[in-house]
């Protein structure tokens, strides 16, 4: 904690490369299908004002012939934030970005990394590692249409690949497809076999390899992802990489984030303004009772808040079971809150989610 007293980012700054919001280190709160939706960006933005925030991937077809309003809208407050896009037509794709640009987000990501089988029958997600080619053109008419950066987050390969035989030419193609950032979460897929929650956790990390990739392309914005389960983890491959991506870690310990402004952007030390975190989230959930939503659809993603903290067994209770009951106003919030022992701080790291800890 001392170092992040200081005005400094807690590991050496360099030269970085990429349009904002790259050209900084930078980090990033990984895209989680089901989780990361416009309830737990607000959430996530009131504990880190300069952390990148994803949204759950969203089918370039869903955009195109669905409610597109329902799927891209979102707050000003989550700003930055990046839209994440499944799919492998290239002009489908195209034509999701122009539909997005409309709605203000800061980047727009393809997403080339998701092994789940409801991904693969769409033929995008991490299967199209052995397509590169495919993947390039994707790229090349994203970037084509857009106003802000296009990205790509990968696997280091999949399935029988040998890793450090095709990443360095999948990142070659995507570079030269215009990619402005490449997330490389460092573990195979497999394909077939093992479940999503498994290829989270079964191939092994190699994160030497993804290193390897950054030493040898210094002018490409490359950031890391898989297995990094705390703030301490994330810094340490900031010595190395332009960008640290979390996933489950910063769900499950959420607190975590209220720590990244000062160790990763060099922001000044503050203490957390817990009762305005806790109030922002009253009104935030006001809201969207009003426009018909419910209480837990906002507050299942805070229960991660307070890991490790006295009382965070009971504030756990509360906005878990208490919250899913009909009628029940925002104001449980500040009761969950109110269970706490804030100013005591967090006695124990808590129970982080590690065995699940990234995208």
């Not at 539909?99 to 789940?116: F, W």
């Amino acid at each position: 904690m001392g170092a992040a007293m200081t005005n400094k980012p807690d590991f050496p700054t360099r030269a970085i490369p990429g349009p904002a919001p790259y050209g900084q280190a930078v980090f990033a709160v990984a895209p989680m299908i089901d989780w990361t939706d416009r309830h737990c960006r607000f959430f996530h933005r009131q504990l880190t004002r300069q952390a990148l925030l994803y949204t759950e991937m969203v089918v370039a077809d869903a955009i195109l012939y669905g409610p597109r309003d329902k799927l891209l809208s979102f707050s000003e407050a989550e700003h930055p934030v990046a839209l994440q896009l499944g799919g492998s037509d290239p002009g489908k794709l195209a034509e999701a970005v122009r539909i997005a640009a409309d709605y203000g987000y800061d980047e727009i990501n393809l997403n080339v990394g998701c092994p789940s089988d409801r991904v693969q029958s769409g033929t995008f997600g991490a299967c199209l590692m052995q397509t590169p080619e495919v993947v390039a053109d994707c790229v090349a008419a994203m970037k084509a249409v857009a106003a802000v950066p296009v990205t790509v987050k990968c696997r280091i390969g999949v399935d029988e690949q040998e890793p450090a035989d095709v990443l360095p030419d999948f990142l070659a193609r995507m570079v030269g497809a215009g990619a402005d950032a490449i997330w490389i979460h460092a573990r195979k897929a497999w394909l077939k076999g093992l479940s999503p929650k498994e290829n989270r956790e079964i191939p092994p990390l190699d994160y030497e390899l993804v290193y390897r990739m950054k030493r040898e392309n210094p002018g490409v914005f490359l950031g890391i992802n898989g297995g990094i389960s705390d703030l301490d983890q994330a810094v340490q491959h900031l010595d190395v990489m332009d960008g640290v991506m979390l996933g489950r870690a910063s769900y499950h310990n959420a607190t975590l984030l209220t720590e990244v402004d000062q160790r990763v952007y060099g922001a000044a030390a503050r203490p957390v303004d817990w009762d305005a975190v806790r109030d922002g989230m009253i009104g935030y959930a006001e809201r969207v009772i009003a426009s018909g939503g419910r209480l837990n659809h906002v507050t299942r993603h805070m229960v991660g808040l307070f890991q490790g903290f006295a009382g965070a067994r009971r504030y756990r209770q509360i906005l878990s079971s208490e919250a899913t009951k009909p009628g029940v106003s925002p104001d449980l919030i500040a009761e969950a809150f109110a269970a706490v022992d804030i100013a005591g701080g967090a006695k124990t790291q808590g129970a982080s989610g590690n065995s699940e800890a990234a995208e």
